[in-house]
C-alpha cells in the first residue's frame, strides 16, 4: 500500500513502549547484536535461551535473537520465585538466562548450577 506523499522515508514504527517509539531498524540492530553476542557465547541452533522479566522491547529482541540463532525462546513469569524459576530452566533445557534489571534479585538467588546469565 502506497504511503501518502512525504512520508516514504519516514521510518516505521515496530512498537511504542512506555512512550517511546522503536523503529523497525532498531529493533533490528539491536536483536542482530544479542544474536552475535549469544553466538559468542556458544549458544546454537537447538538450544535453549530463557528470557525473565516483565513485558519489554527486550523481550522481542531476545525472542527473535533466539530465532536468528535456531535457538528455542523459554519466556519465564517475572512473578516467579527463585526456586520456580530454577524448576522451569532444569526442565526447560535451557543453558542461557537473559534477565530484566528488576528480576536481579531472584537470578542472584538461583542455584550455582543455574544457566548462563546476562541482564538485559
Known amino acids: 500500500m502506497a504511503r501518502p506523499p512525504g512520508q516514504d522515508d519516514a521510518p516505521a514504527d515496530a512498537f511504542v ?4 517509539s522503536v523503529t523497525y531498524a532498531e529493533v533490528h540492530g539491536r536483536t542482530t547484536r544479542l544474536a552475535s553476542q549469544l553466538r559468542a557465547s556458544g549458544v546454537g ?4 535461551v530463557a528470557y525473565l522479566g516483565r513485558n ?7 525472542m527473535f535473537a533466539a530465532h536468528l540463532l535456531g535457538a528455542i525462546f523459554v519466556p519465564l513469569n517475572f512473578r516467579l520465585a527463585a ?3 530454577a524448576y522451569m530452566l532444569d526442565h ?24 548462563d546469565t546476562a541482564s538485559r
Open 17 to 20: 513502549f512506555a512512550g517511546r
Open 45 to 48: 541452533a537447538g538450544d535453549r
Open 56 to 62: 519489554h522491547p527486550a523481550f522481542v529482541e531476545t
Open 83 to 85: 526456586p520456580e524459576v
Open 92 to 115: 526447560s533445557g535451557a543453558e542461557t538466562l537473559i534477565y530484566a534489571p528488576e528480576c536481579a534479585d531472584v537470578v542472584h538467588a538461583l542455584p550455582e548450577d543455574a544457566p
